[in-house]
DNA sequence: ATTGACAACGTTCATATGAACGTAATAATC
DNA sequence: GATTATTACGTTCATATGAACGTTGTCAAT
């Protein structure tokens, strides 16, 4: 697995756009950016082309048109992100950051019933396997 | 609360070992650093100073040396960070980034009975209030 | 065949960031 | 008192990043 280079925000923003949609042209992407965060035809053009360059994608064309599509697994990137923020600001403790998340994010009766679930389901696996 | 500047990485680095040191000046930061993550006395001069400009340390005047403290409550400075990484990764969904962490990243047994306590102690305040 | 629209690719440009230096002031040592 | 060490503060400098343009090529409609 070789190191892929730094995302940064407006890649990583752009690439979650490709993602959700498996496979986008550059005006797709434009279209499907929320409207509060409008950015130019060239310059979605531009970060394409830099996650294309760094390996996060692949380019093929149609016609006259490049549609791009995931290279590396968004989960394994996802993975990669987190990681670094994790080192970053928790010294990659996971522990920290969950509680964090638990005191200071409110959750949902829902959602907290939703983690016990899976917390459930961790924990029998841990005990029998 | 006025919206803080943006945080890099390096900065982000400089700020918690003073957070962690309670307060400390240049030399105390540099010394605390990781090995692994040598700084020149230089620039990590310059990342206090840029923290003091940004509104995220006070430098006290101790004879011929700054001695740098928090200006804002480091709780916060966190709070703001995961935010926004939240922002980025998973669209401020809490949720998602907690099941990842719990697949993903592998918890002991431990840290899975940890969780679960703070988990029933959220649900019981939730419950009873 | 000509015109017009859209897109690829190479380029540009300002600001942010990582990293460090030079000089002047101050303190400590000789 | 002169010299050396240490620091603050202003500056610098390269690269990364956010954002976009110009030119050229290609397709489609006249």
Chains 1, 2 share one sequence.
Do not use: C
Not at 18 to 46: E, G, I, N, S
Not at 83 to 97: A, E, K, M, S, T
Not at 102 to 129: I, V
Request: net charge neutral; aromatic share 6%.
């Amino acid at each position: 697995m070789p190191e892929l280079p730094a995302l940064p925000r407006s890649e990583l923003e752009v690439a979650r756009i490709v993602w959700h949609l498996k496979h986008a042209t550059v005006r797709q992407v434009v279209d499907a950016l929320p409207v509060d965060r409008a950015l130019d035809f060239f310059t979605v053009q531009t970060y394409l082309r830099r996650l294309t360059d760094k390996g996060y994608l692949i380019a093929k064309r149609e016609g006259r048109t490049n549609v791009y599509h995931p290279k590396v697994k968004p989960d394994r990137v996802v993975r990669q992100v987190v990681r670094n923020f994790l080192d970053q600001l928790f010294d990659g403790h996971v522990l920290p950051l969950m509680q964090h998340l638990l005191q200071q994010e409110k959750l949902t009766e829902e959602q907290l019933d939703q983690l016990q679930t899976e917390l459930d389901a961790l924990r029998n696996k841990a005990t029998d396997p």
